[in-house]
């Protein structure tokens, strides 16, 4: 059968619209297609991205041989009874949707539906996502994994893992690019505090995470390794991580990730 679109996304919202945005770098525009009720947010998109804008979810999931599943857990109900008709075994279901297994989307759309479940962050919108990504690889041609690959690095970087790690992926990945804008707005108003603009604060405090995430990620150090190495005996930075130790930063941080777990466990 041919479809219309290659990749169809029921919701536009910041992290639908972040993966059409990558989407369209390395598919054509015209495959990718999708719906939203909001008719502003849809001309907006349409307009950002060239995707073209569906009248309608069901119409968009029948004509689309990858569907993308971008919608917050409390509408997938009325999404999915707008969609279930048109979804069968032989189009490939890609969710975003936190804390919904693999398990009940069949439940939801049918057994013989192919799920590949995901947790993404919004860096996509830059192409510096990273996704967490959990299919059953053996009802996949391997055609369709390369398919899957290209979709996911298309903004940004992917990593398989097993499902029961995806809420693991939530934590780590999905949820914490806000606990670094919160670190980056703090630091910047130590700055402000001390005399640089708010503008050139966040300019430098933005750039120190960039490059130490880079540095990170190019060198494969251990992050303790990197940290001792910025902190001289009887310095100005191993002053600093006493009192950040002293005031629970890495506890704390562990705990907004045991927070955002157990939501993760509970969203039904």
């Known amino acids: ?24 770098r390395t598919f054509e525009p015209g495959q990718v297609a999708f719906y939203e009720k909001n008719q502003k947010r849809a001309e907006d998109v349409a307009a950002a991205t060239g995707a073209k804008a569906a009248k309608s979810g069901a119409i968009l999931a029948a004509s689309s041989e990858y569907v993308i599943l971008a919608v917050k857990p409390q509408q997938l109900r009325a999404a999915a009874e707008e969609i279930r008709n048109g979804i069968s075994g032989r189009q490939i279901l890609i969710s975003i949707v936190p804390g919904v297994t693999i398990h009940d989307l069949k439940g939801i759309f049918g057994q013989d539906c192919r799920v590949v479940r995901a947790m993404p962050n919004t860096p996509a919108l830059v192409g510096e996502g ?27 970087k992917m990593a398989l ?16 690019p ?15 505090k001390y005399g640089l603009s708010r503008d050139l604060a966040y300019e430098m405090a933005a750039q120190a995470v960039l490059g130490s995430a880079k540095m990170m990620l ?4 251990h992050p303790g ?16 991580v006493a009192a950040l130790e002293e005031h629970g930063l890495r506890n704390a941080v562990m705990k907004g990730c045991d927070a955002c777990y157990g939501k993760c466990e509970n969203i039904r």
Do not use: H
């Not at 059968?1 to 059409?20: C, D, H, P, Q």
């Not at 967490?132 to 369709?144: M, W």
């Not at 190019?218 to 150090?221: R, S």
């Open 161 to 176: 893992v097993e499902e029961k790690l995806i809420n693991a992926v939530v934590c780590v990945s999905g949820s914490s």
């Open 178 to 192: 806000a606990y670094v804008y919160m670190f980056l707005e703090a630091l910047a108003d130590s700055g402000v």
């Open 1 to 24: 059968m041919e479809y219309t679109y290659k990749f169809g996304f029921i919701g536009a919202g910041n992290m639908g619209f972040a993966i059409m945005k990558g989407l369209v």
């Open 218 to 221: 190019e060198t494969k150090e």
């Open 130 to 156: 990273m996704s967490g990504v959990c299919y059953e690889e053996t009802l996949f041609s391997e055609e369709e994994r390369e398919t899957i690959r290209r979709f996911f690095e298309s903004f940004g």
């Open 225 to 240: 390794r990197l940290k001792d190495q910025v902190c001289s005996p009887g310095g100005t930075t191993i002053a600093a």
